[in-house]
């Protein structure tokens, strides 16, 4: 069985990575604030593994119950693989001295602390499994590419990156990569009025599954398309 994390599954690019992942030999384990029902009947209906955990990632300090609770849900007879994706992910734009104080620490919160903590929990809970292991973080062009407004989104998103990077290079069994979508029509593009230029989640979600399995580059971070 390979198992699959995946934060953000209740909509977007996430739940559309879990539309492809569900499977015979695949249980997910997905996380987000709202169940998604859809998904959930999806499963069911094909007879297919797949919890559901509702959580809210600005919950840091439950982050370790949360992960112990999932790996609770692990067939250790059965695992072959195991993968962790940090994609949920919130997005705003506005100048600093606007910004609300709840709102920065909301946004770093969900970007960036809840991904270090995951992978801290994914890391130390499955040394006892002797198998695949990797993590994808979910990181955007604007790590680099800056904006005015931005700063928030595109410091997290920097500082993910680096996290990434410099796990790449502790010594450890669990491969890292982090990967950068481009701009996905979803609910934070939702006043985007140009849609043209937008990808459909369905092929967001196939170049980063392209990434996860044949592309994989431990300690980098990389444009998925
Ligand atoms: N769309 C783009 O153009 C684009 C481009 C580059 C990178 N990205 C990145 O791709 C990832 C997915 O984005 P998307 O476009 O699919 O966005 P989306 O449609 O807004 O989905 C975001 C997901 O994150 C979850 N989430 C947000 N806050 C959360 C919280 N506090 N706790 C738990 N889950 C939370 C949401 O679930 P709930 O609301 O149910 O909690 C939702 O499932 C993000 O990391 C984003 O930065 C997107």
């Known amino acids: 069985m390979n198992y699959f994390i995946l934060t953000g599954a209740s909509r977007g ?3 559309a990575i879990c ?22 009947s999806l499963a069911n209906s094909k007879k297919h ?27 250790s007879s059965v695992i072959e693989s195991l993968y962790l994706i ?16 709840d709102s920065i620490i909301k946004m770093m919160n969900v970007n960036l602390i809840s991904p270090m903590i ?7 809970q499955s040394e006892q499994y002797d198998i695949e292991k990797r993590i994808l973080n979910v ?13 928030c989104y595109s410091t ?8 990434t990077k410099s796990i790449g290079i502790e010594k450890s069994n669990v491969k890292i990569m982090a990967i950068r979508p481009g701009m996905v029509d979803t609910y ?3 006043n985007t009025v140009n849609k043209k230029i937008l990808k459909t989640p369905e092929y967001a979600a196939d170049r980063i599954l392209t990434f996860l399995f044949e592309r994989f580059e431990h300690g980098k971070a990389v444009k998925a398309w």
Do not use: W
């Not at 705003?92 to 104080?101: A, C, L, R, W």
């Not at 995951?118 to 130390?124: A, P, Q, R």
């Not at 990181?139 to 700063?151: H, I, R, T, V």
């Open 86 to 101: 940090n994609n949920a992910g919130v997005y705003f734009t506005q100048n600093i001295e606007g910004t609300e104080p």
């Open 139 to 151: 990181s955007s062009g604007a790590s680099f590419n800056l904006s005015s407004g931005g700063s």
């Open 13 to 15: 690019i996430g739940e």
């Open 156 to 163: 997290s998103k920097a500082g993910l990156e680096t996290f």
């Open 188 to 190: 934070m593009h939702r």
């Open 49 to 75: 593994k797949l919890d559901y955990f509702e959580f809210d990632l600005n919950n840091t300090y439950e982050i370790e119950e949360l992960m112990k609770n999932i790996f609770e849900k692990i067939d």
């Open 19 to 40: 539309k492809k992942l569900l499977a015979n030999n695949n249980h997910l384990l997905c996380v987000s604030r709202k169940k998604n029902n859809e998904l959930i």
């Open 118 to 124: 995951l992978t801290s929990n994914f890391i130390k």
